[in-house]
């Protein structure tokens, strides 16, 4: 593998230049920890399986339980978390004046007004958590007209690539959100069927949000907060990742590592066995509980990304977020309450959700996703759920 450098790049602000690393070709050998290429200990390639032949017991038992990272491909246009029925002939990539070929990119320039999103550059990962930075806010339409237009350098100088951990898809497009869909495997997510379906009133956990990179952008290795597990849906672009399991990294370093500080040593991250895989439009990323991750855009790219805490009854939940739950609440702190009622709803095998696909409730874990069911439907239930526990006697004595 080999680098191309750059010369030292303008300062954006008070920050310190940076020397700008730009893979000319990408291999599994990339340290994702630092700014270093080296050889892996040991490389794998992440399984790709059609959504046509994807059952929910496989995703269980293959993914779920064994603690490894699946690409879902072949996912129907309609059925897309990226709102793809709004996207084939989109009438927005025709407009007079429209210099983007990429109608994703102006469905979003039309539909989404609201909300501000951080210009994020690349930084030194040993001393930067991610290996970036933040160094000013826009308002998000206006992000994404420089991110159409190249026009980030002519605004803040040769930064280099630049990305963004957006806000949610409801924040930034509220007509879009009403599209978006959940992958039928994780539509027991906290967030959206949330405590009223079970009387355990604790709110918790993520809605979808837009992560979105110029070409060769990348994240260093790190592991998301909360540690729970994390899918993302590929609207256009295309991004290569680097995995490693939580178990695997356990299993190598032990129970006890401090892994945040293990992964700004540059040599880190290569030093574990490391799931190398390249996710395209269309397609679906799932990377289980705590899992160790880095990322590079091959393309400029645009994805919709959910942490997710999922107590679906249709099948095991992930042990390794029960684990992680539960040193979460021994190691105490002021998150440990909120972590002691969430361990205290996962570990509770009456406390599980149903599981929705397009079509509606799914009790048949040998079967493959009849499509995907919208957030907003997701949404709906559980406001006629919550309005349910409001007028329940058991409410009412507490």
């Known amino acids: 593998s080999r680098l ?19 893979p000319r070709w990408s291999h599994a050998s990339l340290l994702l920890s630092g700014w270093h290429f080296g050889e892996a200990a040991e490389i794998h390639v992440v399984e790709r399986v059609p959504y046509s032949e994807l059952t929910y017991s496989q995703f269980y038992r293959q993914f779920r339980q064994a603690d490894r990272p699946l690409v879902i491909t072949g996912v129907p246009p309609e059925h897309s978390p990226c709102f793809g029925k709004w996207i084939d002939g989109d009438p927005f990539a025709k407009r007079e004046g429209n210099r983007s070929g990429d109608p994703f990119i102006n469905l979003m320039l039309d539909k989404c007004r609201r909300g501000t999103a951080p210009v994020t550059r690349m930084h030194d990962g040993k001393l930067q958590r991610k290996g970036v930075q933040d160094v000013h806010r826009l308002p998000f339409r206006e992000w994404m007209q420089l991110f159409k237009d190249n026009g980030f350098e002519e605004r803040y100088g ?24 959940c992958p039928a495997y994780f539509s027991g997510h906290m967030q959206q069927l949330h405590s009223p379906l079970v009387g355990f009133p ?35 672009g295309r991004k290569r990742y680097w995995i490693t399991p939580l178990s695997v990294a356990w299993e190598k370093l032990g129970r006890d590592a401090d892994l945040p500080r ?11 066995p490391i799931w190398e895989g390249v996710v395209s439009r269309g397609e679906i990323l799932y ?16 994805n919709v990304v959910l942490d997710s805490i999922d107590v679906g009854g249709l099948g095991p939940v992930s042990q390794r977020n029960a684990e992680l739950m539960e040193e979460a609440v021994m190691q105490g702190g002021g998150g440990a ?16 959700l149903q599981v929705f696909d397009g079509e509606g409730p799914v009790r ?7 499509g995907f069911p919208t957030f907003a439907s997701l949404n709906a239930r559980a406001r006629t759920a919550e309005a349910w526990w409001e007028r329940s006697p058991r409410r009412q004595n507490e």
């Not at 040769?158 to 599209?179: D, E, M, N, S, Y």
């Not at 309450?337 to 599980?352: D, G, H, S, T």
Request: aromatic share 10%; proline share 9%.
């Open 262 to 272: 293990f992964l700004k040593n540059p040599d880190g991250h290569s030093s574990l």
């Open 287 to 302: 990377l289980p509980a705590g899992a160790i991750h880095g990322i590079w855009a091959e393309e400029d790219t645009v």
């Open 202 to 236: 604790v709110r918790f956990g993520s809605e979808p949000a837009f992560y979105i990179s110029q070409k060769n952008f990348r994240m260093t290795s790190h592991i998301d907060n909360p540690k729970s597990e994390l899918w993302t849906a590929m609207c256009t």
């Open 337 to 352: 309450a909120l972590y002691k009622n969430l361990y205290r709803w996962f570990r509770n095998p009456q406390m599980r």
């Open 364 to 370: 048949d874990p040998n079967a493959t996703a009849r």
């Open 158 to 181: 040769k930064i280099g690539p630049v990305g963004c951990l957006a806000g949610t898809l409801r924040q930034h497009c509220r007509w879009l959100f009403r599209h978006a869909r």
């Open 4 to 22: 191309v450098t750059k010369p030292t790049a303008p300062g954006v602000g008070r920050l310190p230049p940076l020397e700008l690393m730009i």
